[in-house]
C-alpha cells in the first residue's frame, strides 16, 4: 500500500460495559476512525476467574474482531490486559494495546518525587496476576507500590449504586489502607472504577492523584498510530459498532452510564 | 431391575457456590446417596442473563452430569431454575429437579391466612423471568405476590460482606418496598440469600417468615425418591464430588461459607 491511510476498523473488546469509559475516550480523540466494541456480556464478569479461563475467553473474543478485518485490538478490560495479553500476542499478528502499560506510563509521568508511594486498586484476578507491579517495577525499579482487590466496586457500578450511602461506606473500608499509609497516585485497575472517581476522590483526599487508564488508552494509541497502525482517511465518517455475547437491552441501558450523550443505536448479538 | 435401589449419584448443578446451601441440606438428609456437584464458576453469576444465554449453559453443565449417569438432575440454582428447565427437560430424560416449584409449595403450606401477602426476592433475570409469581397463581389462584429483584446479595455474599453496615444499608433500601407493603412470606429465591438470613429476618421483622428454598427442595427430593427415583443401598457411604468450570482453589474458600464443617477435599476443574 502507498496510501498513508487504512480504513479498516480498530477493535476493542471488554468483559461486558467497563470498556465503554476506554471506548467514549476513543469516541473523542479519533473523530475519523471506525470502532468495533465487543462486550462478552454473557461470561462477564471476568474480575475473579483464572489466568487459564480469562485466557481463553480473550482469544476468543479477539478472533472474533480480527475475522472482521481490524487494524488494531485494543483490550480495554484491565483483567484481559493482566491476564490474557502474553497469550493474545503470541495468538495473533495483529497490534494489541492493553490498558496496563498505558496507565502505569501515565502514572510514572505524574510522579512528582522519586519517593513517591504508587497505589493500585483492581479486581481480584487483576491484582492477584501482580501485572501492575510488575509492569511499574520494569519501567522504574525500586518503586513504593501497593496493591489492593475492590471486587465489590464492578457490581455496584453494573447496578448503578454510584451514591449510595452503602457505597460510600463500602469505599471507605476497602480503601483503608491507602487512609493509613497515603499514595500519591492511585492507578484505577479496572474500567468499571472511573465511574466512582468522585466517591474514591473524596475518600481518598487531594493528596492522592487518580489515574484513569482510559484517558492513557487514548495517549498510547496516538503513539501506535503514529508508529505502527496508520489513521483513516481524514474525510472518513466516525462509526462505531456494537456487538456483545448476550441480549443487547440491558447493554444499552447501562452503556448510557458509561458513554453519557453517545447514543447507542444498535447492539448486535453473537455466540463465541 | 428387580432391586429396588439405585445406586446411581444425584447430579446438582449451579452457576457457582450458591448451589452448596442446597447441596449442605442433601447432605444431611440423604446419608447413603452419591452426589455430584457442578458449579459453572467459569460464567458465573447467571442473574443477569438471557433466557437463551441461561438455557444454553443448563443444558451443558447437565449434560456433563448426565454422562456420569447421573438417575436425577437438581438445579440448585433459581435463575437456572426459572429461565433454564423448560429446555433442560425437553432435552433430557433424566427426572430434572428445580427449586421454583418446592420454595413455592413450601411457602403455600405456610401460608396461615387466604390474604396472605407473598413476597419474592431474586437475581434480575429471576423475577424478570416471572417464574415464581407464575408458579404461584397455578398452585393457587388470587394470591397477593409482589416481586423484587436484589441483584448487589450475590456479590456481597461472594465476597463475604455478611456482616457490615453497607450490607444492612444494602439489604434495608432494597427491601424498602416490603417495609411500606409487608409481606407475611419471603420466599429467598436465590440460593445465595440464605447466608443474608439474619440481616433480612432483622429488617423485616418477625412479621414476616422466611423461606428458603434449600430446605424446600429436600422435601421435594424425599418425594421423588418415593415416586420416580430409587435410593442407594441402606449401607452405602455417602460420597460428594466437587466439579467446577473455573479454578478449584477460590471455590474451595468460598465453599466454606456456604457447607459449614463439611469438609471439601477436592475440587476437580472441566471444560464444557
Given at each position: ?7 479498516r476498523p480498530?477493535?476493542?473488546?471488554d468483559?461486558?460495559?467497563?470498556g465503554?469509559?476506554v ?9 475519523h476512525?471506525h470502532f468495533i ?5 454473557a461470561?462477564v464478569?471476568y474480575?475473579?476467574?483464572s489466568?487459564?479461563?480469562v485466557?481463553?475467553y480473550t482469544i476468543?473474543?479477539?478472533n472474533?474482531?480480527?475475522q ?5 485490538l485494543?483490550a ?9 495479553l502474553?497469550a493474545?500476542?503470541?495468538h495473533c499478528?495483529t497490534?494489541?494495546?492493553?490498558v496496563i502499560q498505558?496507565?502505569c506510563?501515565?502514572?510514572?509521568a505524574?510522579?512528582?518525587s522519586?519517593s513517591?508511594?504508587i497505589g493500585i486498586i483492581?479486581?481480584?484476578s487483576t491484582?492477584?496476576?501482580g501485572?501492575?507491579?510488575n ?7 525500586a518503586?513504593?507500590?501497593?496493591s489492593?482487590?475492590?471486587p465489590l ?6 447496578e448503578?449504586?454510584i ?6 461506606l463500602?469505599?471507605?473500608e476497602?480503601?483503608?489502607?491507602f487512609?493509613k499509609d497515603p499514595v500519591d497516585?492511585?492507578i ?8 466512582l472517581?468522585?466517591i ?5 483526599g487531594?493528596?492522592t492523584?487518580?489515574?484513569?487508564s482510559?484517558e492513557?488508552v487514548v495517549e498510547?494509541?496516538?503513539k ?5 497502525l ?5 474525510d472518513?465518517?466516525?462509526r ?7 441480549v443487547a437491552d440491558?447493554?444499552?441501558e447501562?452503556?448510557g452510564?458509561f458513554?453519557?450523550e453517545?447514543a447507542v ?8
Amino acid at each position: 500500500m502507498d496510501t498513508p491511510y487504512d480504513s479498516r476498523p480498530i477493535g476493542i473488546f471488554d468483559s461486558g460495559v467497563g470498556g465503554l469509559t476506554v471506548l467514549k475516550e476513543l469516541i473523542a480523540a479519533f473523530p475519523h476512525e471506525h470502532f468495533i466494541y465487543l462486550g462478552d456480556t454473557a461470561r462477564v464478569p471476568y474480575g475473579a476467574k483464572s489466568v487459564r479461563t480469562v485466557e481463553r475467553y480473550t482469544i476468543q473474543v479477539a478472533n472474533f474482531l480480527i475475522q472482521r478485518n481490524v487494524k488494531g485490538l485494543i483490550a480495554a478490560c484491565n483483567t484481559a490486559s493482566a491476564l490474557g495479553l502474553g497469550a493474545l500476542r503470541a495468538h495473533c499478528e495483529t497490534p494489541v494495546l492493553g490498558v496496563i502499560q498505558p496507565g502505569c506510563q501515565k502514572a510514572l509521568a505524574e510522579m512528582k518525587s522519586r519517593s513517591g508511594h504508587i497505589g493500585i486498586i483492581g479486581t481480584r484476578s487483576t491484582i492477584a496476576s501482580g501485572a501492575y507491579p510488575n509492569t511499574l517495577a520494569l519501567l522504574k525499579p525500586a518503586l513504593k507500590v501497593s496493591s489492593l482487590a475492590c471486587p465489590l466496586f464492578v457490581p455496584l457500578v453494573e447496578e448503578g449504586w454510584i451514591n449510595h450511602g452503602a457505597t460510600r461506606l463500602i469505599v471507605e473500608e476497602n480503601l483503608a489502607p491507602f487512609l493509613k499509609d497515603p499514595v500519591d497516585i492511585l492507578i484505577l485497575g479496572c474500567t468499571h472504577y472511573p465511574v466512582l472517581k468522585p466517591i474514591i476522590a473524596q475518600v481518598l483526599g487531594p493528596r492522592t492523584q487518580l489515574i484513569d487508564s482510559a484517558e492513557a488508552v487514548v495517549e498510547a494509541l496516538e503513539k501506535l498510530m503514529n508508529q505502527l497502525l496508520l489513521p483513516t482517511q481524514p474525510d472518513a465518517k466516525q462509526r462505531v459498532d456494537f456487538y456483545v455475547t448476550d441480549v443487547a437491552d440491558r447493554f444499552q441501558e447501562v452503556a448510557g452510564r458509561f458513554l453519557g450523550e453517545i447514543a447507542v443505536d444498535r447492539v448486535e448479538m453473537v455466540d463465541l
